[in-house]
């Protein structure tokens, strides 16, 4: 569930570490990331621009609900979404600590190098390769301004240069350029 919400918000990890239950929408399929200053797991949001809302997939969303209502039992005191479900701090809130460690060990399993923001830059650059509009990829990426997420972010893959450049190569051609002037 971490993986998939990380990937698909394309939220930043203490920003995933801040959600706390009510901050999910189910009705509108909605993630509410909000300012509550620094957090007893060490989580605080990054910037003046990360309060915001970020709609999900009603999977998504259908995932979280069936995870609170196996892990957030009666004995859990805290509202975060995420908590460790295993040894001496069983239900307190997950920290960016426990969230490295698990992504180490996954790493190591798979071997394929993936952390958190890697899910971030992958998914800010899907939605810009779906064509997504600049102030939309800002707005999910909790930035000042779409020159940031673009620099920052936006990586496009060898396929997708590719595909725009078979689609602009006959308009890009000197003949092109010549046949238009004549």
């Known amino acids: 569930l971490l993986v998939q919400l990380l990937y698909e918000s394309a939220l930043r990890i203490r920003e995933v570490l801040v959600l706390w239950i009510e901050d999910i929408d189910v009705a509108e399929n909605r993630l509410y990331v909000r300012d509550r200053?620094?957090?007893?797991?060490?989580?605080?949001?990054?910037?003046?621009?990360?309060?915001?809302?970020?709609?999900?997939?009603?999977?998504?969303?259908?995932e979280i609900v069936a995870y609170v209502g196996k892990v957030h039992t009666a004995d859990v005191e805290t509202n975060h979404l995420f908590i460790?479900?295993?040894?001496?701090?069983?239900?307190?809130?997950?920290?960016?600590?426990?969230?490295?460690?698990?992504?180490?060990?996954?790493?190591?399993?798979?071997?394929?190098?993936?952390?958190?923001?890697?899910?971030?830059?992958?998914?800010?650059?899907?939605?810009?390769?779906?064509?997504?509009?600049?102030?939309?990829?800002?707005?999910?990426?909790?930035?000042?301004?779409?020159?940031?997420?673009?620099?920052?972010?936006v990586h496009p893959s060898p396929q997708a240069l590719r595909e725009a450049w078979k689609k602009t190569q006959s308009r890009a051609s000197i003949t092109h350029h010549t046949e238009e002037k004549r």
């Open 84 to 153: 460790k479900l295993q040894g001496s701090r069983s239900g307190q809130a997950l920290t960016y600590e426990d969230v490295d460690s698990l992504f180490r060990r996954l790493r190591r399993k798979t071997g394929i190098h993936v952390t958190p923001h890697v899910l971030r830059h992958t998914m800010l650059t899907t939605l810009a390769e779906l064509g997504w509009q600049p102030e939309h990829l800002q707005e999910r990426a909790g930035h000042a301004s779409f020159q940031q997420t673009y620099q920052t972010y």
């Open 37 to 62: 200053g620094l957090l007893e797991n060490g989580a605080e949001i990054k910037t003046i621009h990360a309060p915001r809302s970020i709609d999900v997939s009603s999977d998504l969303i259908d």
